[in-house]
């Protein structure tokens, strides 16, 4: 199954890029955070997470 970027893409919204991490520190452990990148530069998180 390959994956469309576009495939829920609302037009009120710039277009979905990629996904990127963010490193958190949580309990003195470092995690990833999966956050989606849209082409105006925003980040959101991904869901769920």
């Known amino acids: 199954m390959s994956y469309n970027p576009n495939y829920n893409h609302n037009q009120d919204q710039p277009p979905f890029v990629k996904v990127v991490y963010s490193t958190v520190k949580v309990n003195g ?15 959101k998180p991904c869901l769920p997470y």
């Open 29 to 43: 452990k470092t995690e990833l955070v999966p956050m989606e990148l849209y082409a105006d530069g925003t980040l």
